[in-house]
């Protein structure tokens, strides 16, 4: 075997988070096709050399990496930086998709190297390699089959629900929206060279003659707030910024390398200051109080996508691992898998799987993720220190896991677990309901349309609720026209600076402690306050501290922080972030700060010229911008140019628009996207089609409020959720008029059509009315014969063609028996037995059950089962005597 194909192969191995190469054959047949630019290197060697040691150095630091992130989780001696990469975990496909491209650009990085030695002249990046060199590479490395063009269905299921990763909802351009596309650019990125290196990489570079201060000392100067220095906004609950983040995690996620050791080296990166891809650590300065013990903060370049660097004019992208699109995906997921994964097949009604250990006071919790250890979990007690909590016990140790949902995030906080808890048990509420009015759906059908309308109320709670508070009235009604119908040339992708800037300024109105609230809306010793870094990765706190309710409660009364001038961040996010025993914590200012620079986004102005705002050229004219002369006064020390100023900072230090709480800039940036989101989304729940005219009227008496009285135990809501509600009295019961039930009526199927009459419907199958056509699909255990779609003949005014029928499929008939040698087979409606040869023989039975019928057939079968062969169950096959077939 091939040297190279050898070490290939060794990459996949146990540790916890080495990623398996898709088969890519023998490398010699690619590389004896191998066409090399002679002009700039002798022959296809020296590329197979270099793809050979890339090969070698991608394994040797994933290697490290999965064996030293295993050893911290048996010790319980996790560092922030390895809990931010579990909280960012993501899918086997996005795994195949990064590995790949970190194959590709470590290869290519080899080849510069190689190249700039023998030839002591630093190569241009689009001359370095061939088209044909780069589609070779491509092949190679398994990022070809990762950029193909995904081929769209034109069935009827395909124009009513939208596919889970989000391909195809633009036919035309299937891949925009989806899940593992690059982010789209508004602006293209400046890095510090045309290799994609990071802005800041080297101290010493020079943007406008200055150099780029540290991140950690504009957090410092900038952003740090004690936690008791802070103002409450007057008007915005809490639930407002939870909002944003639940938000945020539908539509954006970006995978960080999955290596924490540096690629060239092998070097540990908590462990060194050196930056060296993937490590692009966060500089400590001496002014620091941090400087005496720790040089510099642990960071992880986002991973790069496919192809970026290597193909013409394309530059290193970062990875979106979910669909943009707002469709719940943190619920059910951007992968087949996980959706398939999260679901409860053995349930009639399309459910969600539920916890089969703990209930929170007989409403469900979202199920564990699965696990072989205990002590592997990052979600147990023994990672934090409760204050006034409940003595730990050996039962809470044993049987409380992180949560698994459609996003990785859930576990990040309580206020996340809280509402994916809700949303769970809302999309359970909503099957139901759908099933005492469709019996004849099918468990799937049941699930979508559940998840579409959970899409639906997801659009509308965001648009029509929560952006006018954030953006504004008047800046909403003028950058949000009026929805005009779905325009297949809009983008609905998510945008770079988006995902890396605009839609993190909710940081900066999040409160420091988390407050949780008994019955009434009254403070209680079983859930007292917590500081806002005891609330990260505990799902114990909300199985064994009262469930939900009270982290809900706290949401709906605690008001949001309100963000001015020299009280931007407090210090739980820039001093404690992931604080775990043992390491030191993280700054998410200075994160924030570091990935606008890791993914080279341009700066404060120029997104003010992007969108069509004055830009400062001086600290006066920036003090008119920012209404305060003290802040400009700072950036201009710190960055010597309003033009070096990082976009993230300099957006939200603007003062905010009346009624909104973001200033010009961001709104701009905001509704753009928001605006593309809705635009461009095929399946946008106002877009003829979607829904009926009488369904888009009852999904807009949908509210927050609502969904918290259907799916908790709390009895008083506000009426707007979203606003501030200073006193408990104020708050309405959920039987006011003001909070009205979401009317499910339109969704109920007609059972007759107007010009063929009844619908024909058929024993022991689903049936579903699709457009024109109605699809029918058999029971388990049952056969289709005829057509699996019909349709009403508009001539003759009949269903053609014949209405198919369910033949119950025999078990017993099978080549191979399904039962153990020495047991019987007996095939029953829908599934079969397996028994003991008895007295009682099968033919017997089959008579009994034909001399009877219906229920009484039902009964006698049930009796003689249970009388003849319960006693021997233990001597069952599996599939037991009266087990239905799954």
């Not at 809990?83 to 990064?98: N, P, V």
């Not at 300065?285 to 193909?311: E, N, T, V």
């Not at 905010?656 to 729940?685: N, T």
Request: a negative charge; proline letters at 8%; hydrophobic letters at 35%.
């Amino acid at each position: 075997m091939d040297t190279a194909l050898m070490v290939f192969l060794s990459l996949v191995g146990p540790a916890l988070v080495l990623l398996s190469f898709p088969d890519h054959g023998s490398l010699n047949a690619v590389f004896d096709n191998y066409s090399v630019s002679r002009s700039l290197y002798p022959g296809s060697a020296f590329v197979k050399e270099a793809l050979q040691r890339a090969l070698e150095l991608t394994d040797a630091a994933y290697a490290h990496t999965g064996e030293r992130v295993t050893k911290s989780l048996s010790e319980g001696a996790l560092r922030p930086s390895d809990l931010l990469a579990q909280f960012k975990q993501i899918e086997a496909r996005t795994r195949t998709q990064i590995q790949a491209a970190e194959l590709l650009d470590n290869t290519v990085e080899l080849i510069r190297e190689m190249v700039y030695t023998h030839n002591m002249v630093q190569p241009n990046p689009h001359e370095l390699l061939s088209d044909e060199d780069a589609e070779n590479l491509l092949q190679v490395t398994g990022c070809s089959a990762e950029l193909q063009k995904p081929s769209c269905p034109r069935d009827c299921l395909s124009e009513r629900y939208r596919s889970i990763t989000g391909e195809c909802n633009n036919r035309e351009h299937p891949r925009w929206g989806a899940a593992n596309i690059p982010y789209s650019r508004w602006l293209p990125p400046e890095y510090e060279d045309v290799w994609g290196t990071p802005k800041g990489w080297d101290p010493e570079h020079t943007y406008h003659n200055v150099s780029l201060p540290p991140v950690r000392l504009v957090s410092q100067e900038v952003l740090f707030t004690h936690n008791e220095n802070i103002s409450l906004d007057s008007t915005l609950s809490h639930l407002l910024v939870e909002w944003g983040q639940w938000i945020d995690h539908d539509m954006v996620l970006t995978p960080q390398s999955p290596s924490t050791a540096s690629f060239k080296t092998g070097a540990d990166c908590t462990h060194t200051c050196s930056r060296d891809t993937p490590c692009f650590p966060i500089r400590i300065p001496p002014s620091d109080p941090r400087h005496s013990f720790q040089s510099c903060m642990p960071f992880f370049r986002s991973a790069p996508s496919c192809g970026a660097g290597i193909l013409p004019h394309r530059h290193r992208e970062q990875l979106n691992a979910i669909t943009s699109f707002v469709d719940a995906s943190m619920v059910y997921g951007s992968s087949t898998s996980k959706a398939s994964g999260l679901r409860n097949h053995s349930s009639p009604f399309g459910s969600m799987a539920l916890n089969s250990q703990h209930s929170d006071h007989e409403l469900a919790y979202m199920p564990f993720t699965p696990r072989q250890q205990a002590h592997l979990d990052p979600c147990g007690p023994r990672n934090s220190t409760p204050s006034g909590a409940s003595d730990r016990s050996t039962q809470w140790e044993n049987t409380t896991s992180c949560f698994q949902a459609g996003d990785s995030r859930a576990n990040e906080h309580l206020g996340m677990i809280a509402l994916h808890t809700l949303f769970l048990r809302e999309h359970n509420r909503l099957v139901k309901e759908l099933y005492l009015l469709n019996p004849h759906w099918s468990p799937d059908t049941l699930y979508q349309e559940a998840r579409k309308i959970m899409g639906a109320i997801h659009q509308i709670l965001t648009w029509e609720h929560y952006l006018p508070l954030v953006l504004g009235k008047n800046a909403m009604s003028l950058l949000m026209p009026p929805y005009e119908g779905y325009d297949p040339e809009v983008d609905p992708s998510i945008a770079n600076v988006f995902a890396t800037a605009a839609f993190r300024f909710a940081h900066v109105t999040v409160q420091p402690v988390v407050t949780r609230l008994g019955p009434g809306y009254t403070t209680a010793s079983q859930h007292p306050l917590l500081p806002l870094h005891h609330s990260l990765f505990a799902s114990w706190r909300v199985v064994q501290e009262g469930g939900i309710d009270p982290v809900l409660r706290g949401l709906l009364l605690s008001p949001a922080k309100l963000q001015i001038p020299g009280q931007m961040m407090v210090e739980e996010l820039t001093e404690r972030l992931f604080q775990a025993q043992g390491g030191m914590p993280l700054d998410l200012g200075a994160l924030n700060l570091q990935r606008g620079r890791d993914h080279g986004l341009p700066g404060y102005t120029s997104w003010r010229r992007f969108c069509g705002l004055s830009v400062p050229n001086s600290t006066s004219e920036l003090a008119k911008i920012m209404g305060d002369f003290t802040l400009a006064h700072k950036f201009q020390h710190l960055y010597g140019t309003p033009h070096n100023i990082d976009l993230w900072v300099g957006a939200i230090s603007e003062p905010a628009l009346p009624g909104g709480r973001v200033g010009p800039l961001l709104s701009c940036l905001l509704a753009r996207q928001f605006r593309a989101l809705r635009d461009g989304d095929r399946f946008w729940w106002q877009k003829d089609g979607v829904f009926t005219s009488t369904q888009r009227r009852h999904l807009h008496t949908i509210s927050l409020s609502r969904i918290i009285c259907d799916n908790s135990h709390i009895a008083l809501v506000p009426a707007d959720p979203f606003s501030r509600t200073e006193r408990p009295e104020d708050m309405l019961s959920c039987s006011h008029p003001l909070i009205p039930h979401f009317d499910l009526s339109p969704w109920k199927e007609p059972d007759t059509d107007p010009r063929c009459g009844p619908i024909p419907r058929i024993q022991s199958g689903y049936s579903l009315l699709c457009d024109s056509a109605i699809l029918y699909q058999c029971h388990s255990g049952f056969k289709l014969l005829g057509a699996s779609s019909i349709s009403c003949d508009p001539k003759s005014h009949f269903w053609n063609p014949a209405p198919p029928a369910c033949q119950d499929i025999n078990e017993c008939e099978e080549v191979i028996s399904p039962c153990p040698q020495h047991l019987e087979c007996l095939n029953t409606p829908g599934s079969f037995i397996c028994s003991e040869p008895s007295s009682l023989s099968a033919v017997s039975i089959v008579t009994a059950v034909m001399v009877v019928t219906g229920g009484v057939a039902i009964l006698v079968m049930s009796m003689i089962c249970y009388q003849r062969y319960f006693p021997k169950k233990q001597e069952l096959a599996t599939r037991g005597c009266c087990q239905e077939k799954t």
